[in-house]
């Protein structure tokens, strides 16, 4: 059973910074795993209203969103069963639920694309005040 838990979210003002962290049960397993969000009022129901922000497949390929380039940074530790996204510079536009993905497919790629995750967790909230 594919079980992921998010932690890390927070309160803070614009300018700092915030790790998130995503304990998968068998992080080795998850060939591509990703970071989406979800801003308040953004419209859509489910996984199809949250955006993309980051993700890193089997073979260490990571993207990110156009928006947290530069701020941000993806990490896994198969060690640690766990992903990581590193939240440097946050901007009040940064506040929003975030959510981990995970994809099993060995042939899966590094994407932003919600259909291409089948797993989920249940989100930490992030609130950047200005």
Known sequence: QVHLVESGGASVQAGGSLRLSCTASSADSYH???????????EGEGVAAREGVAAIDRTGTIIYADSVKGRFTISKDNAKNTLYLQMNSLK?????????????GWYCNADLMQRDYPHWGQGTQVTVSS
């Open 32 to 42: 591509c795993m990703a970071w989406f969000r979800q801003a308040p009022g953004q």
């Open 92 to 104: 009040p536009e940064d506040t929003a639920t975030y959510y981990c993905a995970a994809n099993l």
